[in-house]
């Protein structure tokens, strides 16, 4: 059974401070990983993937994939109160069909306060 | 282009009622996914669909549920008989083969069993 793990938070941080939040895996074979944004109500929307080791940058959101530790995180620059969601991270399946059958880790609640 | 419809988008209805919720793809796209949320479990993978065929339902709960896809532009996934523990937001989703694994929900199905 795949394992998606997230601190549930809430994690709180000032306005204009670094959000980071983390994520571990434990299917070793995972080859893609995801970072959704829910706002209270919403249904879940992209924000980045990553399928290499190391950093991926897209404007003030980068991911980081280290498949050595089983690890993902998003670190989040000069945080805004419009970030204030809860994140959640997928892994996807190993290979064929199955890559396109993502698992969910049960999210982290981010509050930016103004 | 139009993104993941689905139907309705509350439902409350009682125990022992029948439960369809309809989901409408975005065209082109060859996966469909059907997910339910909720707060103790998170945001679970039911069952998904390649080219209308169903590849994995090991997520349906029990014999309750079904769900068919009859053709590449609609699907149902069908709760009968409804139990107050189905209490949730049902999320259809889809992806398309060479589209970087990455899938698109729609807005939700939120469904009350009294």
């Known amino acids: 059974q795949k394992e998606v793990e997230q601190n549930s938070g809430p994690l709180s941080v000032p306005e204009g401070a670094i959000a980071s939040l983390n994520c571990t895996y434990s299917?070793?074979?995972?080859?893609?990983f995801f970072w959704y944004r829910q706002y209270s109500g919403k249904s879940p929307e992209l924000i980045m993937f990553?399928?290499?080791?190391g950093d991926k940058e897209d404007g003030r959101f980068t991911a980081q994939l280290n498949k050595a530790s089983q690890y993902v995180s998003l670190l989040i620059r000069d945080s805004q109160p419009s970030d204030s969601a809860t994140y959640l991270c997928?892994?996807?399946?190993?290979?064929?069909?199955?890559?396109?059958?993502?698992?969910f880790g049960k999210g982290t609640k981010l509050s930016v306060i103004p | 282009d139009a993104g993941v419809i689905q139907s309705p988008r509350h439902e409350v209805t009682e125990m022992g009622q029948e439960v369809t919720l309809r989901c409408k793809p975005i065209?082109?796209?060859?996966?469909l996914f059907w997910y339910r949320q909720t707060m103790m479990r998170g945001l679970e993978l039911l069952i998904y669909?390649?080219?209308?065929?169903?590849?994995?339902d090991s997520g349906m709960p029990e014999d309750r549920f079904s769900a068919k896809m009859p053709n590449a532009s609609f699907s149902t996934l069908k709760i009968q008989p409804s139990e107050p523990r189905d209490s949730a937001v049902y999320f259809c989703?889809?992806?398309?083969?060479?589209?970087?694994?990455?899938?698109?929900f729609g807005e939700g199905s939120w469904l009350t069993v009294v």
């Open positions: 989703a889809s992806s398309r083969t060479g589209g970087g694994n990455t899938i698109y």
């Open positions: 299917d070793r074979g995972s080859q893609s």
């Open positions: 990553i399928y290499s080791n």
């Open positions: 997928a892994v996807s399946g190993v290979s064929g069909a199955g890559s396109y059958q993502l698992t």
């Open positions: 065209s082109g796209h060859d996966y």
């Open positions: 669909f390649n080219n209308n065929v169903p590849i994995d």
